[in-house]
T-cell receptor, first 112, second 113 residues
Framework: AQTVTQSQPEMSVQEAETVTLSCTYDTSESDYYLFWYKQPPSRQMILVIRQEAYKQQNATENRFSVNFQKAAKSFSLKISDSQLGDAAMYFCAFTTGNQFYFGTGTSLTVIP | AAGVIQSPRHLIKEKRETATLKCYPIPRHDTVYWYQQGPGQDPQFLISFYEKMQSDKGSIPDRFSAQQFSDYHSELNMSSLELGDSALYFC????????????FGPGTRLLVL
């Protein structure tokens, strides 16, 4: 069975600072994909970043980057230069190519 | 860029009624997924379709059914609605050469009274 765990229900960060959101997962598969989705108050699910398990290089998208540790089954999201618009619920997600398995989410507050 | 379209955006029904949710995937996307997100919960996978055939099934109640049509849009049919069906229903779509990345629609908020 695939499971995704986000151990931080809530996090806060000062504007312009850096924050890291944690995610661990469990799977017996060797080929899979990991994602971070952002869900603002509008509840739209917005793709933030994606990582292929076969790639050793950590994915980066502008201010968002991941620290992918395959052996430890860890997939954390780092947000640099945090902005007020980054405030949202962040979900870590895992897939082997069909359904997504989501973590329970981390609510991020950005303090002005 | 075109995104996934869901209709209606909001729906209010009474217990035991039926509801139909529609999803129009991103153009050229051939795979559609349905998720249910209860209040304060993470999205739970219901069902998916690829090329009009059911490709995977999750925690979809027997009271629900879904299908994908020749134009790739999908409909989720919900019967004998219960209070617990109140949730946000997401549709997501993907393209078969990049099936791992799912693009989500804005969701349909269903309230069952």
């Amino acid at each position: 069975a695939q499971t995704v765990t986000q151990s931080q229900p809530e996090m806060s960060v000062q504007e312009a600072e850096t924050v890291t959101l944690s995610c661990t997962y469990d799977t017996s598969e060797s080929d899979y994909y990991l994602f971070w989705y952002k869900q603002p108050p509008s509840r739209q699910m917005i793709l933030v970043i994606r990582q292929e398990a076969y790639k050793q290089q950590n994915a980066t998208e502008n201010r968002f980057s991941v620290n992918f540790q395959k052996a430890a089954k860890s997939f954390s999201l780092k947000i640099s230069d945090s902005q007020l618009g980054d405030a949202a619920m962040y979900f870590c997600a895992f897939t082997t190519g069909n359904q997504f398995y989501f973590g329970t989410g981390t609510s991020l507050t950005v303090i002005p | 860029a075109a995104g996934v379209i869901q209709s209606p955006r909001h729906l209010i029904k009474e217990k035991r009624e039926t509801a139909t949710l529609k999803c129009y995937p991103i153009p050229r996307h051939d795979t559609v997924y349905w998720y249910q997100q209860g209040p304060g919960q993470d999205p739970q996978f219901l069902i998916s379709f690829y090329e009009k055939m059911q490709s995977d099934k999750g925690s979809i109640p027997d009271r629900f059914s879904a299908q994908q049509f020749s134009d790739y849009h999908s409909e989720l049919n919900m019967s004998s609605l219960e209070l617990g069906d109140s949730a946000l229903y997401f549709c997501a779509s993907s393209f078969n050469t990049d099936q791992e990345t799912q693009y989500f629609g804005p969701g349909t908020r269903l309230l069952v009274l």
